[in-house]
């Protein structure tokens, strides 16, 4: 992977490398989920999307250590193949909101979502131990099972995916 691509967030399979299909793909992703990982991919159909990776926060084994630590609930990466191009092309969401006051005395809340490409971090103690949550940690995996399938990784900020 050269600079200029790095820069880009494009990450090439090896060229000796030949691409599976589509639902090859999609089966390699979808075997990432494991129950000592605190993430799942899943299908995107709802968000139309060919997959969603998220955290596992409302899974009963992770909720309660995912929220003590302060991971945010709402992240998640949206993946879309390009089959075509033999390339998946990944996207962040995630919602903020906050609470302000105005010079007057008034409280607001205020909402947005943010897209692009985020990067998700939640790191504290809970009962004496360390915790660290990285959506970095998932994104490799995932650019490592795309590139080694054959297919290109490509991180989306401003057009859609």
């Known amino acids: ?25 999609r089966l390699r ?8 990982e605190p993430w799942l991919v899943r299908d995107g159909t709802v968000e139309k ?17 995912l929220s003590k630590v302060g991971v945010n609930d709402t992240f998640s990466t949206r993946l879309r193949f390009h089959a ?16 302000y006051s105005d010079e007057n005395g008034g ?5 947005s979502w943010q897209n692009g490409q985020l ?13 660290r949550f990285d959506s970095k940690d998932f994104k490799n995996i995932l650019k490592q099972t795309i590139t080694d399938a054959g297919w290109s990784y490509r991180a989306v900020v401003m057009r859609k995916l």
Request: hydrophobic content about 30%; overall charge negative.
């Open 119 to 131: 990067h998700d971090v939640a790191e504290r103690s809970v009962d004496g131990q360390r915790y």
């Open 1 to 25: 992977m050269g600079f200029r691509d790095r820069v880009r967030g494009i990450a090439r399979p090896d060229p000796d490398v030949s691409p599976v299909d589509p639902e090859e793909l």
């Open 49 to 65: 999307v060919d997959l969603v990776v998220e955290w596992k926060t409302s899974d009963p084994d992770w909720k309660d250590l």
């Open 84 to 99: 075509r191009a033999h390339e998946v092309r990944s996207k962040d969401r995630c919602f903020a909101g906050d609470w």
């Open 29 to 36: 992703l979808l075997r990432l989920n494991q129950p000592a």
């Open 107 to 111: 409280r607001y809340y205020r909402e």
